[in-house]
């Protein structure tokens, strides 16, 4: 009877402790926002200034080729086509991401943060950036990670980097 007592309690126990440990767990959401928060930061001047104040969404939407291939503005499709021409593994990239497009039906879930941080006068401002994810339609947003990166304002972390090293080269 005792032992019955004392498996059951440790079951019990152990029980509130996994349900505790799933609770505090972040969901797939919490996460790709986590990694839009960082995505962010690494854009900002000062980023230990980053305060995330309110998000609005998700949105979800048709995804097009365009935002499929991530080229939401003119400047952003001639780097792409730039881009393209001198590295032919990244022009094999974007044909076999057309093809994949065309089988498929994708969306775009957009999150749109407000957020604080200084600029470099050291002045606050509260800005609001788009963070998106392209999924297959109805399909529930991914965990960040490799080729499920946050695209903020149309940009990976990746492609934001090599973008403004174009920039500064006279683009």
Same mark, same amino acid.
């Given at each position: ?18 349900? %505790? ?6 969901? %797939?959401?919490? &996460? ?15 980023? @230990? ?5 309110? =998000? %609005? ?6 995804? $097009? ?10 400047? &952003?499709? $001639?780097?792409?086509? =730039?881009?393209? &021409? ?11 991401? =057309? &093809? ?29 950036? $788009?963070?998106?994810?392209? =999924?297959?339609?109805? @399909?529930?947003? @991914? ?10 304002? #149309? ?15 006279? #683009?």
């Amino acid at each position: 009877m005792k032992r019955n007592i004392i498996i059951g309690t440790c079951a019990a126990v152990l029980a509130a402790a996994g349900a %505790t440990y799933a609770f505090m767990l972040p969901d %797939t959401e919490e &996460k790709f926002l986590q990694a839009c928060d960082e995505t962010l930061k690494d854009r900002l001047v000062a980023p @230990a200034t980053y305060a995330r104040a309110n =998000v %609005t969404g998700p949105v979800r939407r048709g995804a $097009e080729m365009r935002d499929y291939l991530d080229q939401q503005t003119a400047e &952003k499709r $001639e780097w792409r086509e =730039v881009m393209a &021409k001198r590295d032919k593994a990244l022009a094999e990239l974007y044909r076999e991401k =057309v &093809k994949a497009f065309r089988f498929g039906a994708f969306e775009v879930v957009s999150y749109f943060i407000e957020y604080d941080a200084a600029n470099s006068f050291g002045t606050p401002l509260r800005s609001t950036a $788009e963070c998106s994810q392209i =999924v297959e339609t109805g @399909a529930p947003l @991914a965990d960040p990670g490799f080729g499920r990166d946050a695209v903020i304002d #149309g940009f990976t972390a990746f492609d934001w980097t090599f973008f403004q090293l174009w920039k500064a080269r006279g #683009g």
